[in-house]
């Protein structure tokens, strides 16, 4: 089946501006996350969804920072007024929870860059 | 404050060359999680350990859970270009949260 989708691919936007990121689950996971990933580093959590609700949003960078999600279907991150330092690949993630460890399924990533 | 420390952060070796890779914590996790992540695209699951002292292997990658579950170890052997890559380790701690080290930078030279 299809794996986790995420556009667009690749974002340049001048400071200032509004963007807002797309991530389509595999059809089925309850769990969504997005995480952000700087230049060579590892995965910096954001927001984590179940079903449609966010029962953790303590990643969120800033208010500048939103994300919703559609049911147990497609999320936007939305950053406003974009700051050169959220330049970052932005990671979105699903997992099938219940009983079991919670294995996290992974999009390719929007590269965001911020001039 | 970094839950998981992954050590080295960079490794640059030759091919057929064996390595191994550290992820420690002073935390107790109900289980471990490598991913293997390559340029342009998102991390992929490579091994889920859950036991502590188990032992699983895949090819040529070993992974090994520490009898208390707060540390693992991905040991390599006879490493190949093909190798190289951003390792990440991921604990879990509850029913939906991963707590992921910093990554490994592997460099496999022909």
């Known amino acids: 089946g299809a794996g986790v989708s995420q556009s667009p691919s690749n974002k340049v936007t001048e400071k200032g501006k509004d963007v807002e990121l797309r991530c389509d689950p595999i059809?089925?996971?309850?769990?969504l996350y997005w995480y952000r990933q700087r230049l060579g580093q590892g995965l910096e959590f954001l927001i984590y969804f179940q079903g449609n609700s966010a029962p953790d949003k303590s990643g969120l960078p800033s208010d500048r920072f939103s994300a919703e999600r559609t049911g147990e279907s497609v999320s936007t991150l939305t950053i406003q007024r974009t700051q050169q330092e959220d330049s970052a690949v932005y990671l979105c993630a699903s997992s099938l929870l219940g009983p079991g460890h919670n294995e996290q399924f992974f999009g390719p990533g929007t590269r965001l860059t911020v001039l | 404050t970094q839950l998981l420390e992954q050590s080295p952060q960079f490794l640059s070796i030759q091919e057929g060359e064996n390595l191994t890779v550290y992820c420690n914590s002073s935390s107790v996790f109900s289980s471990l999680q490598w991913y293997r992540q390559e340029p342009g695209e998102g991390p992929v699951l490579l091994v889920t350990v859950v036991t502590g002292g188990e032992v699983k292997k895949l090819k040529r990658l070993t992974f090994q859970f520490g009898d208390a579950r707060k540390d693992s170890s991905l040991h390599i052997t006879a490493a190949q270009p093909g190798d190289t890559g951003l390792y990440l380790c991921?604990?879990?701690?509850?029913?939906?949260?991963?707590?992921w080290g910093a990554g490994t930078k592997l460099i496999i030279k022909p």
């Open positions: 059809s089925g996971h309850t769990a």
């Open positions: 991921a604990g879990g701690r509850s029913n939906y949260q991963l707590i």
